[in-house]
């Protein structure tokens, strides 16, 4: 168990619609990742959040968006989903944030969009 | 862009057989980080290497970043059951500074 938890674990929609995934990071630990896990793309990075700002940006489509809460938590935003959304989400966690830190990846969550 | 590879994509071994990944990036890394992903798990880290030439051990794992720090393996003597998963390296983002940048993993099955 890496301390980082992500709800919910499974996720099934529809095409068009908007769903929020939520990451709580490993206690003390002030930056969160988000990464896509699809099959032909490997794990993408999405955005980092470090103590409520945006740190970087990856490869996050414009229909995504996320943000990082004074509690620390985190919460990724996908709407207008379409049928190629359809991957594994991962949060991940360091304390500081930085190129060396290590990143612990919570469970996962599987989104499904039919 | 920056890119990180990984060979090969799968690899199937028999119990007891050495295993070997191949990671490489298409520039020069600060620090590489190795993860394993065990079947319907989450990436869980493994190690990190900094050091041009640096290698690394763990019991049966041997981690090494080459002297240019554009590559890097991992090595597993003796392969069990319980070693079966991803093996993926990972190095900093250029771009995005403190992200990482993922290769697409060695798939690793053994049998017994």
């Not at chain 2, 590879?5 to 070997?20: K, N």
């Not at chain 2, 020069?28 to 050091?51: D, E, M």
């Not at chain 2, 080459?66 to 250029?94: M, R």
Request: net charge neutral; hydrophobic share 30%; charged share 15%.
């Amino acid at each position: 168990d890496s301390g980082v938890t992500q709800t919910p674990k499974h996720l099934i929609t529809a095409t068009g619609q908007r769903v929020t995934l939520r990451c709580s990071p490993r206690s003390g630990d002030l930056s969160v990742y988000w990464y896509q896990q699809s099959l032909d793309q490997g794990l993408q990075f999405l955005i980092q959040y470090y103590n409520g700002e945006e740190r970087a940006k990856g490869n996050i489509l414009e229909r995504f968006s996320a943000q990082q809460f004074p509690d620390l938590h985190s919460e990724l935003n996908l709407s207008s989903l379409e049928l190629g959304d359809s991957a594994l989400y991962f949060c991940a966690s360091s304390q500081a944030g930085g190129r060396t830190d290590t990143q612990y990846f919570g469970p996962g969550t599987r989104l499904t969009v039919l | 862009g920056q890119q990180v590879m990984q060979i090969p994509q799968y690899q199937h071994v028999q119990e007891g057989e050495d295993f070997t990944t191949y990671c490489n990036s298409s520039t020069t890394l600060s620090n590489i980080q190795w993860y394993k992903q065990r079947p319907g798990g989450h990436p869980v880290f493994l190690i990190q290497l900094v050091k041009s030439g640096e290698v690394k051990k763990q019991k049966r794992l041997t981690f090494q970043f080459g002297e240019a720090k554009k590559n890097s393996s991992l090595h597993i003597t003796a392969t069990q059951t319980t070693d079966v998963g991803t093996y993926f390296c990972a190095g900093p983002d250029n771009q995005a500074g403190t992200a990482l940048i993922f290769g697409k993993g060695t798939t690793l099955s053994v049998s017994s």
